[in-house]
Nanobody
Framework: QVQVVESGGGLVQPGGSLKLACAASGFTFSTYYMNWYRQAPGKERELVASISSSGGWTNYADSVKGRFTISRDNAKNTVYLQMNSLKPEDTAVYLC????????WGQGTQVTVSS
């Protein structure tokens, strides 16, 4: 049974930091590219960051480049998203995805950036 479970969201002030985690099971995690998406109310789902199966390649949306860092631990079947210098426009549900949009999805974790 495939499971993809995000954690680490919450309420943070502008300029603050959060670290999201996504724990996966039920598939061969180490062979999958992993992605973080986000979806804000009334907006389309946006690809935020991606990481290759080995972790040697990463890619970021322009809106988060230099502030967010994606990483993974294949021994723990977990992918992370370190988010620094958070802005109100980063407020969204953050979703973990394995492989592609046709792959496996988590339920998401809410991130709210507000004073």
């Amino acid at each position: 049974q495939v499971q993809v479970v995000e954690s680490g969201g919450g309420l943070v002030q502008p300029g603050g930091s959060l670290k999201l985690a996504c724990a996966a099971s039920g598939f061969t995690f180490s062979t999958y590219y992993m992605n973080w998406y986000r979806q804000a109310p009334g907006k389309e789902r946006e690809l935020v960051a991606s990481i290759s199966s080995s972790g040697g390649w990463t890619n970021y949306a322009d809106s988060v480049k230099g502030r967010f860092t994606i990483s993974r631990d294949n021994a723990k079947n977990t992918v992370y998203l370190q988010m620094n210098s958070l802005k109100p426009e980063d407020t969204a549900v953050y979703l973990c995805n394995a492989g592609s949009i046709m792959g496996y999805w988590g339920q998401g974790t809410q991130v709210t950036v507000s004073s």
